[in-house]
């Protein structure tokens, strides 16, 4: 995805275009980017992301995701590691994830499909090959690339270990890294070493960007230095801090030729979720006007690339009280360009793709405007504007609807989460007419449904209907009657939860009649279910969203018609579901619009 543009050519459009005060040609993130970005990776995930298993899964990863964030590929020593203690630069991309050959395939298949591969460069510190100092000697592009102690930092650990080069470098122009020697950015030849490791990234990996680790640990110019001379079109610094004005400074200090993680705004995803008060998800932009909560609230929208966990964060534990889509949501419909995190993607995978067919469908970017309509403990709602149309998120416990938007424009829906917009989605609306062709045949409601207990090859056989699967049943159990999904029953338990046919909440999940939709995805052995009082209830699933909800039990056979008129004087209500008759005698008829009369018999 790298531009075949030479290095000469670029720093003179540089020059050029800083004194035009233009942005012909884009250093750091491009303005008004569209894409979504996929950490590709969790710690300790060597066996779940290696490069061969990534590369299987292409066909699917680039519906939905313009760049990949993938572990650190250079060797890193013997045994398991998540190559954040680097040792190779220019050679020996073989790593605990794949040979070189295989990241090179990977990154190629992808690349030709349209998306790109971001590099976790690790340049804040390195290691040595056999003891702390001994950083290997490489050859790459004519050239003879070493560092020797006058590169590292002379505050470095190193300088109090027996039987260690002593380093002769500047102080530290970071926070310091012990694990590691920390690396002098002010001499020349690291500067060069570091410029060309990131050139040598794009040109001889295929890399299209750059993830630089712990940019705290080194004064922001030097990523400037970099990221001009490699001409790096995607950058993005992870500068570990809550502070607003903090990270702000350090995208200064690159001369806005770098992105940062918006950890301001996951600190606010955060608390917004692990004390139910979604206030917490918008500041004040000038002291006045209400925007989303981070770095995209106010002037970095552009270099912001937003979150809800990474590899890091996700071991402190969930801090979402299951809603993790929900927040997904908030990243997916703010400006920023989203990074989802692949655990969270795989574990929610129908109703993330979801939200991201509508923000494609709508054009949402990184600088895309935001209107908060609504802002109380228990909603947050705001309407974003896309290149090619506006959609409303609503993120909280409350049943509210915006202004100017119908039932019929809800393309999303879930727990403490919804979408509305009247932009056309491809693969199929909430209600809508287009098939998903992964729906099935036949859908099953297994569980505490029509008198059945929890087995394995008993269920509730449910009726197609276009885009949804309806089926109306008594749940019964103890108190509530509880139920999940399958595709197909089956003897056993666990021929009943292969991949792919068993469907159930992320956790035990409430329903209500008339109380919205709630989000399933696939599951296995642990599956979770849905549950609801005892009583008579119409299931209704909605297969591309990939959600289910309640209605009542009493609603006529009448499908996809509309109500011209009624006749006796007896009152009609209708909704997307069909059509329900208030107090009927026998007998009622009822004209349709567009066809012969009909009879309601109840």
């Not at 206030?279 to 995209?296: E, F, H, R, S, Y």
Request: hydrophobic share 35%; aromatic share 12%; charged share 20%.
């Amino acid at each position: 995805m790298r531009k075949s543009i030479s290095r000469i050519y670029v720093a003179a459009l540089l020059a050029l275009t800083a004194s035009a005060g233009m942005d012909a040609y884009a250093i750091g993130w491009p303005e008004n980017y569209e894409g979504v970005m996929l950490q590709g990776f969790y710690w300790d995930s060597y066996a779940d992301t290696k490069w061969t298993k990534l590369e299987s899964q292409a066909d699917e990863l680039s519906k939905y995701f313009r760049l990949i964030w993938v572990p650190n590929s250079g060797r890193c020593g013997s045994g398991n590691n998540m190559g954040y203690m680097p040792q190779y630069w220019f050679t020996n991309h073989n790593s605990s994830f794949g040979t070189e050959a295989e990241l090179l395939s990977m990154i190629q298949t992808y690349k030709a499909k349209g998306t790109g591969f971001i590099a976790d460069c690790v340049i804040n510190h390195r290691n040595g090959v056999t003891n702390w100092t001994d950083f290997p000697t490489e050859t790459w592009d004519g050239k003879t690339w070493h560092i020797g102690p006058e590169g590292i930092c002379s505050t470095d650990e190193v300088r109090n270990a027996s039987g260690q080069a002593t380093p002769t470098g500047a102080p530290d122009t970071g926070d310091d890294f012990d694990g590691c020697r920390d690396l002098d950015h002010t001499n020349a030849n690291v500067q060069d070493n570091c410029r060309n490791y990131v050139r040598c990234l794009q040109e001889k990996y295929g890399y299209a960007g750059m993830r630089y680790d712990m940019v705290k640990g080194y004064g922001g110019q030097y990523t400037g230095i970099y990221n001009r001379y490699a001409a790096v079109e995607y950058s993005v610094g992870e500068y570990w801090d809550a502070s607003y004005d903090a990270v702000a400074a350090w995208i200064e200090a690159t001369g806005r030729t770098s992105a940062a993680f918006d950890f301001p705004g996951k600190y606010a995803i955060n608390d917004a979720f692990s004390s139910g008060d979604m206030t917490k998800l918008v500041w004040k932009a000038n002291g006045t006007t209400d925007q989303p909560a981070g770095m995209i609230h106010f002037g970095y929208p552009r270099y912001s690339v937003t979150f809800v966990d990474n590899h890091d964060t996700y071991r402190d534990g969930s801090k979402f009280n299951g809603n993790v889509v929900a927040a997904n949501a908030f990243i997916l419909f703010s400006p920023g360009t989203p990074c989802v995190f692949l655990p969270h993607y795989t574990a929610n995978k129908a109703a993330i793709q979801r939200l991201i067919d509508i923000r494609n469908a709508v054009g949402i970017h990184n600088m895309s405007a935001v209107k908060v309509l609504r802002s109380a403990r228990d909603c947050y709602m705001a309407e974003v504007t896309g290149s090619k149309g506006k959609a409303v998120i609503k993120i909280g416990s409350a049943m509210v609807s915006p202004d100017g938007y119908t039932n019929a424009d809800i393309k999303a829906s879930g727990t403490d989460y919804c979408v509305w917009t009247t932009t056309d989605v491809g693969g199929g609306s909430a209600g809508g007419d287009d098939e998903d062709p992964d729906m099935p045949e036949k859908f099953y409601i297994i569980g505490e449904a029509d008198g059945n207990t929890w087995a394995s090859d008993t269920g509730v056989e449910m009726t197609k209907k276009g885009t949804e699967f309806h089926a109306v049943v008594e749940l019964k159990g103890t108190v509530s009657g509880y139920f999940s999904f399958a595709r197909s029953l089956a003897a056993t338990w666990d021929a009943l939860n292969v991949s792919g046919n068993r469907y159930a909440p992320a956790t035990d999940t409430p329903l209500t009649e008339g109380g919205g939709a709630k989000a399933f995805s696939e599951a296995g052995s642990d599956a979770k279910a849905f549950y609801a009082p005892n009583g008579k209830y119409t299931v209704v699933v909605d297969w591309p969203a990939r959600t289910a909800r309640l209605e009542s039990s009493s609603w006529t056979g009448i499908d996809d018609v509309a109500i011209d008129q009624t006749e006796g004087g007896m009152t009609v209500y209708y909704n997307l579901q069909g059509v329900r008759v208030v107090n009927p005698s026998s007998g009622i008829y009822i004209k349709v619009t567009g066809s012969k009369t009909s009879k309601v018999k109840l």
